[in-house]
Nanobody, 128 residues
Framework: QVQLVESGGGLVQAGGSLRLSCAAS????????MGWFRQAPGKDREPAAT????????YYVNSVKGRFTISRDDAKNTVYLQMNSLIPEDTAVYYC?????????????????????WGQGTQVTVSS
């Protein structure tokens, strides 16, 4: 089992920044690709950003490219999502995800199907 605990969500004005953190425990962190999925009200869950086990490869959904940066610190068993230039359309519950291997980076599942572990989610609200 892998336990994932997110933090860092909140309310921010458009143009502002937030950094999400996800602390993992329970299994060897470096065996897992990590990612951030998000689900806005009335919409399906989508992969926002994912990062490979070795940290060399990343995926970003088009709408966040150039604004969001995903990173991982294996010494701290933590993955981060730095979100800059936030817009109201970024408002969603953000979920941390862990998946054995690198499929989540090479071919991110559109709604998170098949992901091994999920966090409980953290709310991000961007006001206009």
């Amino acid at each position: 089992q892998v336990q994932l605990v997110e933090s860092g969500g909140g309310l921010v004005q458009a143009g502002g920044s937030l950094r999400l953190s996800c602390a993992a425990s329970g299994r060897t962190f470096s065996n897992y690709a990590m990612g951030w999925f998000r689900q806005a009200p009335g919409k399906d869950r989508e992969p926002a950003a994912t990062i490979s086990r070795n940290g060399r490869y990343t995926y970003y959904v088009n709408s966040v490219k150039g604004r969001f940066t995903i990173s991982r610190d294996d010494a701290k068993n933590t993955v981060y999502l730095q979100m800059n230039s936030l817009i109201p359309e970024d408002t969603a519950v953000y979920y941390c995800a862990a998946d054995l291997g690198d499929t989540m980076v090479l071919k991110p599942p559109s709604v998170g199907t098949g992901i091994d572990y999920w966090g409980q989610g953290t709310q991000v609200t961007v006001s206009s």
